[in-house]
Each structure stands twice: as structure tokens, then as C-alpha cells.
């Protein structure tokens, strides 16, 4: 059996868990180790991460990267000292390293899904608790103004935030001229690589390495494994899928959905990384794909990025806030321009008309940001009290019972079904409630004393 070490050394999203517990089912004598950093360039740069005093809002995120420095550190001295024995005939064998590589533009993407945390505290609690739906909206318009941030290289945007985002998405071609070549002597830009294949074998003095596409792992795996390793039958064990993961949903329709600028793309497609291990044909259905048509936040490019809906939506609010209800419904309805299906939008809007006094209207607004987002706990609280004001007390009954059946242990839903029913001996005044806009509401009361 071979006892050879081997060493799954890659960029990170490229399938290493799989890899992992695959060959430790099937080669459970044989040590396995995994490495991300083997490289004083790497290092430095996860270091310039961490002593940002802003880059990590939670200490465990700081702690991870500054583990995986330390171990970084520590496993390439033991590579050096198994080099070295080769060096002077005490080993004869080499080592084995396997390492993957994906298409740039969807590794880019899946990292900064498994970063969600960084840039957005809490956001897995939040995935538990708010629609959906909203908080796509939110995580793609935060993604694309850093795109244009990305495209101006605007210094403005030079915050912990950004260079993550920057990180995340900058030319892997370096990972193998820093992590592979001066750790394993082995230049995989050196000799072309077999589109048709899937993978390819190197060689050096001190290490043989198997390097995979990822977008045909489960095409190639057993006759590169059987090839490099002389591993007959064996059986992949998928693990840490996106499927998995608290963000899926939004993971894929953010992929689906999303159009993506021309030129942020096309800065991925033009590395050297993808043109060795691409074919021009398959990099342009990867561009295909990303680029479904123009962009919005880059369809002017002299047009500044606050007219994502999110940033519209903002706006409104601050006018909303500060009393001004024609500009406030100005931007509220050009964030729906800009995007139809803005579910925060639709409320703020039925908030903005009840303030109005122009309550059927405020209705659509709920009713539409309902059928977006049926089951967000703003909305359903604002258009219950919006059916109630108009007299139609049963389908506010209605409402209020089909959340509670998603959310049976929400007191304040409870006690508006009571109060409906007549069960509770606090009774509804209708006119002592005001509704809020869901966004500057989130977190406290939904329903707040009219001022009026």
C-alpha cells in the first residue's frame, strides 16, 4: 500500500474537503495533509488582513487566518526537511501533492459567499430570521457597487471591506508561481495543459503533482487518481457543498440572476491562469454565462452607483425620515424602476401612501411587496394594519393566521389575532398605530405611535 505523504495543496473553493475525505477513506494508512499558504508572499498577505483593525468583525475570523499562518509556517519547514533528506539520498520517495483549479469567475463568486460573514455581520442569523428575498437584494447591490468600486479603482473604497473584496476576486495565476513552484520545483505554466483531458501529471525531484479541473472532477477523478496514485475503486465523498450551506438559495439565484459588467468579467478571463488551463471556446461560454446583458450599475459608466436600488432605496429613507415624503416617494419608486421585485422598496411606499392619507394605495404597495416576499414579518404587520384601517378586518385576520402558522411563537402576531377575534381585553385602536418603513424598523417596534 502506498504510504508516500500526500499533500492537497490549493486555493480555497476548489473542492479540498472532497478531495480530503475521499483519499482518507481509501487510503487510510497513507498520511494526508492540507495546506493553503506555503509561501512568504501568502503569509504576508493574510497578515496585512489581519492587522487591519476593522478587516474582521468577529475574533474567530481573525483567529482562523492567524492559525492558518502558524500552520502555513510550521508545514513548509517539514517540507523543507523531507526535501532536504531527498537532497541527501536518506528518502527516495517523492512527494505526492494534488491541487485543483476552477474557472476564476465562479471561484471568485463562491468565495465571497463563504466571506458572506465578513462583510456582513451576523448574516447566517439573519438568513433564519429576515426574507430571503430582501436580503439577496441587499448582498447583490452591495457586491456590485464594489464592482464599480473595482472598475474605477476608486481609493475612496480603500476600507478592510474592499480589500477582502479585492482579495477575493484578484488573478489566481500567482498561486501557483508563488505556492507550487518555489515550494515543489514544479512550473505547471511550463507545458500545456489537455483541455480534452481534465487533468494533468507533473513531475520534479522532490514531488510528483496531479492538478484537476474542477469543472471536471467527477468526470476524471478515478483515472487521475488510478494514474497518479494507482488507486483502483473508490468512492467520492462530496463534502462541504454550496447545497449545504446556510446561503444556497441565494448562492444560486445570485448566479442565475445576476449580470455581471462586461469589463469586471473579462478581468478574470484575461489572466494567464485562464488561458493556460482554458480553451478560448470554453471561456467564452463562461463569459456567456456571467454576462447575460449589460449591467445596470455599468451601463453608463460616467453613471454613479447609488442607482442600484438599494442605495435609491436608502435615499428615500433618509427623506422619509427627515419628513420629506415627495422626495422620500421619488426615490422609493425609482428604486422599483430599477429594480421590480425591490420587496423593501414596495413596503417603504405603502408606508410612504398611509402617511398620505391615500390608504388603498399603501394597500397595493403591501400586497405587492407581499407577493415578493410573502413571509417577511414588516410587511405582514404593516398590511394587516392597513386592511384593518379599511375594514376588512377578516382578510387582516387572515394574514396574521397564515404567518402564525410558519411562526406560531411571534407574541405580537398573537396578540393581533386575539385582538381581531375579540379574545383579548386589550382592544385594537386603529388609529393610535402608524406603520414603519421596514427598513428603519427592522430591529424594534413595526408599528409605531402616529405623530399625526
Known amino acids: 500500500m502506498n504510504t508516500t505523504p500526500i499533500i492537497i495543496h490549493q486555493v480555497g473553493k476548489v473542492a479540498s474537503q472532497t478531495i480530503e475525505q475521499t483519499l482518507k477513506k481509501a487510503l ?38 492567524i492559525n492558518l499562518v502558524q500552520e502555513g509556517r510550521t508545514f513548509r519547514e517539514q517540507i523543507e526537511n523531507y526535501k532536504r533528506l531527498i537532497d541527501s539520498g536518506f528518502i527516495t520517495q517523492k512527494l505526492n501533492v494534488i491541487t485543483l483549479t476552477r474557472e476564476p469567475f465562479s471561484l471568485a463568486i463562491s468565495a465571497f459567499f463563504h466571506s458572506l460573514s465578513l462583510f456582513f455581520p451576523n448574516i447566517e442569523q439573519r438568513f433564519k430570521t429576515e426574507c430571503n428575498n430582501k436580503l439577496f437584494e441587499e448582498i447583490r447591490d452591495f457586491y456590485l457597487n464594489y464592482v464599480n468600486s473595482f472598475l474605477q479603482g476608486q481609493q475612496a473604497e480603500d476600507t478592510a471591506q474592499f480589500r ?16 507550487l513552484k518555489p515550494v515543489f520545483d514544479i512550473d505547471v505554466y511550463n507545458s500545456s495543459f489537455d483541455f480534452a483531458k481534465g487533468y494533468q501529471i507533473y513531475e520534479s525531484r522532490y514531488a510528483r503533482l496531479v492538478l484537476i479541473r474542477v469543472e471536471d472532477l467527477n468526470r476524471v477523478i478515478h483515472t487521475a487518481f488510478n494514474e497518479f496514485l494507482g488507486l483502483g475503486h473508490f468512492e467520492l465523498c462530496n463534502t462541504n457543498l454550496s447545497s449545504e450551506k446556510y446561503y444556497n438559495n441565494t448562492y444560486t439565484k445570485f448566479k442565475d440572476t445576476v449580470t455581471f459588467p462586461q469589463d469586471f468579467v473579462d478581468v478574470h478571463y484575461s489572466t494567464k491562469h485562464a488561458h493556460h488551463f482554458y480553451s478560448q471556446d470554453e471561456l467564452a461560454g463562461f463569459r456567456q454565462k456571467w454576462i447575460k446583458q449589460e449591467s445596470v450599475c455599468n451601463a453608463n459608466p460616467q453613471q454613479p452607483v447609488s442607482t442600484g436600488a438599494v442605495e435609491l432605496n436608502q435615499k428615500g429613507e433618509e427623506f422619509f425620515g427627515q419628513g420629506n415624503l415627495d422626495l422620500a416617494e421619488d426615490y422609493f419608486q425609482k428604486a422599483i424602476v430599477s429594480q421590480p421585485d425591490h420587496a423593501t422598496a414596495h413596503n417603504n411606499l405603502g408606508v410612504l401612501f398611509w402617511e398620505k392619507g391615500n390608504i388603498k394605495q399603501s394597500l397595493l404597495h403591501f400586497k405587492e411587496a407581499l407577493s415578493i416576499c410573502p413571509d417577511d414579518r414588516t410587511t405582514v404587520l404593516n398590511a394587516g394594519e392597513t386592511l384593518v ?22 407574541p405580537e402576531i398573537t396578540l393581533k389575532i386575539n385582538e381581531l377575534k375579540g379574545n383579548s381585553q386589550q382592544k385594537l385602536n ?23
Request: glycine share 4%.
Open 389 to 410: 384601517k379599511l375594514g376588512q378586518v377578516n382578510d387582516a385576520l387572515s394574514l396574521y393566521s397564515l404567518y402564525q402558522q410558519k411562526h406560531p411563537n411571534d
Open 164 to 179: 477582502l473584496f479585492k482579495t477575493l476576486h484578484s488573478d489566481i495565476s500567482s498561486f501557483f508561481d508563488e505556492e
Open 28 to 65: 487510510p494508512q497513507t498520511p494526508i495533509f492540507c495546506a493553503n499558504m506555503l509561501n512568504q508572499i501568502s503569509w504576508a498577505n493574510a497578515e496585512q488582513l489581519i492587522n487591519l483593525p476593522q478587516s474582521y468583525s468577529m475574533p474567530e475570523h481573525r483567529q482562523s487566518w
Open 430 to 452: 386603529t388609529q393610535s398605530y402608524s406603520p414603519g418603513t421596514g427598513k428603519l424598523n427592522m430591529e424594534t417596534s413595526y408599528f409605531q405611535q402616529s405623530s399625526k
